[in-house]
């Protein structure tokens, strides 16, 4: 059966590319991309505390709790997933003299973090602005790479990392994660004219067609994500793996942008900013 999907989804991915360069009234210029409406997998999304402070831990989980019970929670999603208008926040500079809420974010994540100008926008973000303010602290926020995120609390160099952090036990060896705040899941992206994925309906059948495909595939991914994870096999997630090669990129609109241009086949990323990176990406083919 294995043999049988890898067969189809080779020969249905040759058809797109050949259909692609020779004459299909879609062209490579107006192409768009399409997310999979199958989760691959299911997670939780928490916060990442400075495991030196612990009271800092029970401060956030208490929060969590709060803002769950109060609505503010379903309020700042409605803004992000319904009809609510995104509320900008702004980041002060850091200053070790003042009594500071240091978060570690990676602002090429939306809808959880972004940018919008100068300011920081997503659901992490708006958190983190009402958090420092439940504290009685200043919000600082530091933008790096995804994969120095945990990294920098572990370090101590930053209070909290909030960027759509999936739980693992790779990541708990830098942080202490607070009480979830957020279910999440894996979706595939694919171009708008690649039609082998749409009959399936279920991760099994996606999750199977995915490994039968050879190295000859590329699938992009945001580097450090749980979607790498995903690609290249993670014990500690109990993914397998893929023997497709994996394209790390430094965020999920360079992966997306670089299928439309053909130069990987596949994307894996988180549902949310799927969904988001592909209804902005379209808009503007």
């Known amino acids: 059966m294995k043999k049988l999907l890898a067969i189809c989804l080779t020969a249905a991915l040759t058809m797109g590319l050949a259909a692609g360069c020779g004459g299909s009234e879609e062209t490579e210029a107006s192409k768009e991309a399409k997310v999979i409406d199958v989760d691959l ?3 939780e999304y928490a916060f990442g505390v400075d495991k030196s402070q612990p009271e800092l831990l029970e401060q956030v989980n208490a929060f969590i709790a709060k ?3 109060d609505g503010t929670l379903d309020e700042i999603f409605d803004r992000y997933f319904g009809d609510g208008e995104p509320v900008a926040v702004e980041s002060a500079a850091l200053d070790e003299s003042k009594d500071q809420l240091v978060v570690a974010t ?7 973090e972004y940018m919008e100008g100068e300011n920081y926008v997503g659901i992490d973000m708006e958190i983190a602005a009402l958090l420092a303010e439940e504290l009685g602290q200043e919000l600082v926020i530091q933008n790096m790479d995804f994969d120095a995120v945990c990294l920098s609390v572990g370090q101590q160099k930053c209070d909290i990392a909030m960027a759509g952090l999936t739980v693992s036990d790779e990541r708990k060896e ?7 705040y957020y279910q999440a899941s894996q979706r595939l992206i694919v171009p708008s004219d690649d039609t082998a994925f749409d009959d399936m309906e279920d991760a099994e059948s996606i999750a199977e067609a995915l490994a039968g495909l050879d ?3 590329k699938i992009g991914v945001q580097q450090g994500t749980t979607g790498q994870s995903y ?3 993670s014990e500690d ?3 397998p793996g893929l023997e497709a090669t994996c394209q790390p990129y430094k965020s999920g609109s360079l992966a997306v942008q670089d299928m439309l241009n053909g130069n990987i086949d596949y994307v894996i990323i988180d549902a949310a900013p799927a969904a988001a990176i592909t209804e902005s990406i379209n808009a503007m083919q």
């Open 215 to 217: 190295s000859s595939v």
């Open 67 to 69: 803002i769950q019970e």
């Open 106 to 112: 990676n602002a090429a994540f939306e809808p959880f």
């Open 231 to 233: 690609v290249e096999g």
């Open 41 to 43: 997998t299911s997670e």
């Open 237 to 239: 997630l109990g993914f």
């Open 174 to 180: 830098y942080v202490t994660f607070s009480d979830t």
